[in-house]
């Protein structure tokens, strides 16, 4: 079982920085592959980004690609989002996952393939 909590969320203007952060309780931690999704009212719950377990590979949405980074700590339980240039499409609850992956180097890019959510946190972007 892992738990998952997000924070870091909030509001910010167009063109901002935002770091979102998620603390995992697994005793396991480096056996997950994580991600960050998000949903925005009305639309389903989308891949922003993942990261394999070993932290040395990572995959990113086209929407945030060059613009958002992920990275992750394994002695601390802990993954980053680091939002840049942030854009007001780009509002949306956003979601930490932790999934099995059979590879140090997988990641992980749909929503089934992740076993465990956190609750998510809001950012909301004004232009």
């Known amino acids: 079982q892992v738990h998952l909590v997000e924070s870091g969320g909030g509001l910010v203007q167009a063109g901002d920085s935002l770091r979102l952060s998620c603390a995992a309780s697994a005793r396991t931690f480096s056996s997950y592959a994580m991600g960050w999704f998000r949903q925005a009212p009305g639309k389903e719950r989308e891949f922003v980004g993942g990261?394999?377990?070993?932290?040395?590979?990572?995959y990113y949405a086209d929407s945030v690609k060059g613009r958002f980074f992920i990275s992750r700590d394994n002695s601390k339980n802990t993954v980053i989002l680091q939002m840049n240039t942030l854009k007001p499409e780009d509002t949306a609850a956003y979601y930490c996952a932790a999934g099995n992956a059979a590879y140090t180097t997988s990641v992980l890019t749909t929503t089934g393939q992740y076993a465990y959510w956190g609750q998510g946190t809001q950012v909301t972007v004004s232009s």
């Open positions: 990261v394999s377990r070993s932290g040395t590979r990572s």
